[in-house]
């Protein structure tokens, strides 16, 4: 947290004040973040997502406080002072190669938004049996021989959110390529059911943005600094 505190001014008890454009850096990605997950809870129409997007989408979220936190925490000096902001580049560069890295050795995954369990499985019956005969259930888990994949459906508390997650290293890319196709033509016919919690993402993220925006309204003249000094300008 050292990282959101002002280099410039303090206050009359000499406390330090936060840097408005660290905060901006910090909180902005997350609050678009938490505006999307938002308006997509309060949507009534369900909506299927993959888990490698999931996880793209929070790597973006929090990609502003890996820049205010460990980035600058370990931040090189001395590669700075030769290639001045271009240094920045590199480290952006370097994270978001990292995030693909975590991204395609993720297993397989789906995220169906605003369907409650009960909602949801006649219409994964329903694709099942369009595209392999031979599936077999067993309790929560379901295997489809015929197109390689073995997974276990997992409600998601409160959010209304049901996920479709791999089980076992074996599975068909294809496969759950197929099964995300058929689905969403599916699910592209039903109705579902707006999710309340949705609104406190929504009020979250507006509530960062006004408070962003305001700090930097008010303190642009130390944003510009903060700018120069950061971007070594």
Known sequence: MSCLVARFPTSSGGDPTIDPLHLAIALVPLAVYFVLLGLINVARRPLLATGARDTAAIGLAISGLIVVGPMELFFPEAAANE???????FLIAFYSLVLTLIVLLLRPRLLIYNVQPDQFRPALAEVVSRLDDQARWAGDCLVMPQLGVQLHVEPVGVMRVVQLIAVGPRQNDMGWRQLEAELAKTLK????TANPHGYVFLGVGLSMLVLVVFQVMTHHVEVVQALHEMFRW
């Open 83 to 89: 290639m001045g902001a271009y240094v920045w580049l």
């Open 189 to 192: 016919t039903r109705h579902g």
